[in-house]
């Protein structure tokens, strides 16, 4: 057994901060329907790049910041977040090596389990139904995977985090 050093952790930590910022950025009423949720489509990279250092716990830490950014229920994004870490680093391996667009259609479904799971409790605690544009990130997400994948692998590279 050899031990290794972690090389990037700011990287990653910058990659959050940059995705947490483009979450809370300021949008036109028409633009903000179509924002992608950038926080779950970076956790998602991070968890199938570098599963043993990006996990659910790294999830549910990044989801309790995002709840305290964005108002909502302490530990909704939480919870949700750490449901698809754990997905992520459990299937990490098969994800991998699908072609592009196999990936996208997975990343839809974690991105519509996101919002499944706070749909979910936003129901349990009496929010009204949101409108059919409440569907739209989690489109937008999987349609921008394929540039959010390669901007994030050349920054890996680039910086080389291991």
Same mark, same amino acid.
């Given at each position: 057994?050899?031990?290794?050093?972690?090389?990037?952790?700011?990287?990653?930590?910058?990659?959050?901060?940059?995705?947490?910022?483009?979450?809370?950025?300021?949008?036109?009423?028409?633009?903000?329907?179509?924002?992608?949720?950038?926080?779950?489509?970076?956790?998602?990279? !991070?968890?199938? +790049? *570098?599963?043993?250092? &990006?996990?659910? #716990?790294?999830?549910?830490?990044?989801? %309790?910041?995002? /709840?305290?950014?964005?108002?909502?229920?302490?530990?909704?994004?939480?919870?949700?977040?750490?449901?698809?870490?754990?997905?992520?680093?459990?299937?990490?391996?098969?994800?991998?090596?699908?072609?592009? !667009?196999?990936? +996208? *259609?997975?990343?839809? &479904?974690?991105? #519509?389990?996101?919002?499944?799971?706070? %749909?979910?409790? /936003?129901?349990?605690?009496?929010?009204?139904?949101?409108?059919?544009?409440?569907?739209?990130?989690?489109?937008?997400?999987?349609?921008?995977?394929?540039?959010?994948?390669?901007?994030?692998?050349?920054?890996?590279?680039?910086?080389?985090?291991?």
């Amino acid at each position: 057994m050899t031990l290794t050093r972690h090389h990037g952790g700011i990287i990653i930590l910058l990659s959050f901060t940059v995705a947490m910022l483009l979450t809370i950025m300021p949008l036109s009423d028409g633009l903000r329907s179509w924002r992608p949720d950038w926080v779950t489509l970076t956790l998602i990279f !991070w968890c199938l +790049a *570098l599963p043993y250092r &990006v996990s659910v #716990v790294s999830g549910f830490m990044v989801g %309790l910041l995002l /709840d305290v950014l964005t108002g909502t229920l302490l530990g909704q994004h939480a919870l949700a977040l750490s449901i698809i870490a754990y997905v992520c680093v459990r299937l990490h391996q098969r994800i991998r090596i699908y072609p592009m !667009w196999q990936q +996208a *259609l997975t990343v839809l &479904v974690m991105l #519509v389990l996101h919002q499944l799971l706070t %749909l979910w409790i /936003d129901s349990t605690i009496g929010r009204p139904a949101r409108p059919l544009a409440y569907w739209l990130p989690s489109l937008v997400g999987a349609l921008l995977w394929p540039f959010v994948y390669r901007f994030l692998t050349s920054v890996r590279i680039n910086f080389q985090v291991q």
